[in-house]
């Protein structure tokens, strides 16, 4: 009787451990579709993309159903690796499922768009003139001289289609709204486009002068005329008392 006692307290335990094992093989499996960070690595230096790339692509995942519904846009990535592409030129990249960090167990099934399309140019380097932006106008009476920038030149670097005509970049607003007298300001150094960063230097100091207007002076013909000839003024006469 000890020994048909311990055999079924065998058998309990063996089939608890085969459930256990076997859960997750008899859990149904289900699939999903995430939005998922598209990332680039690997760029050359010399080398840079100007135009849109997609920020995440579609990706159609297939697990078990705890697993699949614990995925997130936030824990999953597209990573496209550049570090073997050297040529400036119209990129055509495939996003195959190796590129995707999903866990074990999950499959990806697609990838929409399954291919990435981009410009590559090579970066160049140049130096351009500094401009002050001005904005606004001083109170009436005063008047803007010529500003002046110091440092009056900036090193900025690009995609070689934007570099080649750039001539300057400006810095930031400065207002001359109030202003009454000569004033030195510091301020950033910024480009207009986004491709376009300033190297060097970030920052200036721009001094700017605010003058009085002089008005015409008073005229002196009439009095002038009256010294030589021109009609007295009248005179008063007084009666005698």
Do not use: C, H
Not at 89 to 108: C, H, K, L, M, W
Request: glycine share 6%; net charge positive.
């Amino acid at each position: 009787m000890a020994n048909a006692g311990l055999k079924v307290l065998a058998l309990l335990l063996a089939l608890i451990v085969w459930f256990v094992v076997s859960a997750p093989r008899r859990e149904s499996v289900s699939e999903r579709t995430l939005p998922v960070p598209l990332s680039i690595v690997g760029m050359p230096a010399e080398l840079m993309i100007t135009t849109p790339v997609p920020e995440t692509v579609n990706v159609r995942l297939r697990g078990r159903v705890s697993v699949i519904r614990s995925l997130s846009s936030q824990n999953l990535a597209v990573t496209i690796d550049m570090r073997n592409w050297a040529q400036p030129g119209d990129a055509s990249i495939t996003i195959r499922s190796q590129a995707i960090n999903a866990p074990e167990g999950v499959d990806v099934v697609s990838v929409e768009p399954n291919k990435v399309r981009f410009r590559l140019e090579q970066v160049r380097q140049r130096v351009v003139n500094i401009r002050p932006f001005l904005v606004g106008d001083p109170p009436k009476g005063y008047t803007v001289g010529d500003p002046t920038v110091t440092p009056d030149q900036a090193l900025v670097s690009g995609p070689v289609s934007q570099v080649r005509n750039l001539t300057d970049v400006a810095t930031e607003r400065i207002i001359m709204t109030g202003r009454t007298a000569l004033f030195v300001q510091s301020v950033g150094v910024v480009s207009d486009s986004p491709l376009v960063r300033v190297v060097e230097p970030q920052s200036v100091e721009v001094t700017v002068p605010v003058l009085a207007e002089i008005g015409p002076e008073p005229s002196t013909t009439t009095s002038s005329s009256m010294k030589e000839g021109g009609e007295q003024p009248a005179r008063i006469k007084r009666n005698p008392s």
